[in-house]
Nanobody, 125 residues
Framework: QVQLVESGGGSVQAGGSLRLSCAASINTATTYCMGWFRQAPGKEREGVAV???????NYADSVKGRATISKDNAKNTLYLEMNSLKSDDTAMYYC???????????????????WGQGTQVTVSS
């Protein structure tokens, strides 16, 4: 059974930084797509950043230049570092993975079949 467990969320002041972690029960080195998605109250879940097995990254326009997604395959852990946080970044952040073959990874939640429970990030101004 695939398990994805997020951590690192919390309350941060605007302009601050945070690093989210996702501990996976799968081999992240062989997982084609992993990523971070978020859902703000009253809004649909949206893609934030995804990374391919071969390290190609894809970011939402809203976080480009402020976010970095990375993997530590020795620890089977996915990370998301974000800086210059804004109130618009307030959301529940979810880790996702898809074990199927993908030529490239998209910011499309329909392409991911495993999800974590989420970690809340609240940015206050």
């Amino acid at each position: 059974q695939v398990q994805l467990v997020e951590s690192g969320g919390g309350s941060v002041q605007a302009g601050g930084s945070l690093r989210l972690s996702c501990a996976a029960s799968i081999n992240t080195a062989t997982t084609y797509c992993m990523g971070w998605f978020r859902q703000a109250p009253g809004k649909e879940r949206e893609g934030v950043a995804v990374v391919h097995k071969y390290r190609t990254e894809n970011y939402a326009d809203s976080v480009k230049g402020r976010a970095t997604i990375s993997k530590d395959n020795a620890k089977n852990t996915l990370y998301l570092e974000m800086n210059s946080l804004k109130s618009d970044d307030t959301a529940m952040y979810y880790c996702a993975a898809d074990l199927r073959y993908h030529y490239a990874c998209a910011l499309d939640l329909e392409e991911y079949n495993y999800w974590g429970q989420g970690t809340q990030v609240t940015v206050s101004s």
